[in-house]
Antibody, heavy 121, light 111 residues
Framework: QLQLQESGPGLVKPSETLSLTCSVS??????????WGWIRQPPGKGLEWIGI???????FYNPSLKSRVTISVDASNNQFSLKLSSVTAADTAVYYC?????????????WGQGTLVTVSS | QSALTQPRSVSGSPGQSVTISCTGT?????????VSWYQQHPDKPPKLIIY???KRPSGVPDRFSGSKSDNTASLTISGLQTEDEGDYYC???????????FGGGTKLTVV
């Protein structure tokens, strides 16, 4: 059974960079059938697609976040990561890592449990 | 690009049917047969229940069905059960610049 687990600091200061890692178990990240990505959900609000990465390193980002987002992959350790720079309180959210089907359709079939990241001084 | 439009809330009684709408534009919902639906219970990650407008992943009951007409997609839940209560989100492919957008979510109450 595929499992995804987010890890990283739960508190980030304004203007700093949010960094999260997703560890994948029960399957290889180096598969041609899927992308690996990040989706976030501010407390009490809806879902926002952040972006995805293919195991080869190709990335696709939400245009509204593109200038601040970097998603990278470490296939040797079956992990991928998210960096979001210059964070503000508006970036406070539960961040989910997930597996998305290829081609890009929005179909996301496995999700991590999510990790709350609070932006505050 | 704006989020897809969903009703804030819907309700139904056990055994009844409810339909949740998801309205977009010709650049997203209307332009592609790539609408997916997610069910989310409190403090849990979303769960995929419909993809490619009307396909159900393995293990999802056939009480859940999806459809689309022009720029509006719909999720119908028949034979409502108390465990269906939760939040439902639609999602659509939105082209090679925007990629993926979600709806604002609909809270389903089973009373």
């Amino acid at each position: 059974q595929l499992q995804l687990q987010e890890s990283g600091p739960g508190l980030v200061k304004p203007s700093e960079t949010l960094s999260l890692t997703c560890s994948v178990s029960g399957g290889s990240i180096s598969t041609s059938s899927y992308y690996w990505g990040w989706i976030r959900q501010p407390p009490g609000k809806g879902l926002e697609w952040i972006g995805i990465i293919y195991y080869s390193g190709s990335t696709f980002y939400n245009p509204s976040l593109k200038s601040r987002v970097t998603i990278s992959v470490d296939a040797s350790n079956n992990q991928f990561s998210l960096k979001l720079s210059s964070v503000t309180a508006a970036d406070t959210a539960v961040y989910y890592c997930a597996r998305a089907r290829r081609p890009i359709t929005g179909t996301t079939d496995y999700w991590g449990q999510g990790t709350l990241v609070t932006v505050s001084s | 690009q704006s989020a897809l439009t969903q009703p804030r809330s819907v309700s139904g009684s056990p055994g009844q049917s409810v339909t949740i709408s998801c309205t977009g534009t010709s650049s997203d919902v209307g332009g592609y047969n790539y609408v997916s639906w997610y069910q989310q219970h409190p403090d849990k990650p979303p769960k995929l229940i419909i993809y490619d407008v009307n396909k159900r992943p393995s293990g999802v009951p056939d009480r859940f069905s999806g459809s689309k007409s022009d720029n509006t997609a719909s999720l119908t839940i028949s034979g409502l059960q108390t465990e269906d209560e939760g939040d439902y989100y639609c999602c659509s492919f939105a082209g090679s610049s925007t990629f993926v957008i979600f709806g604002g979510g609909t809270k389903l109450t089973v009373v």
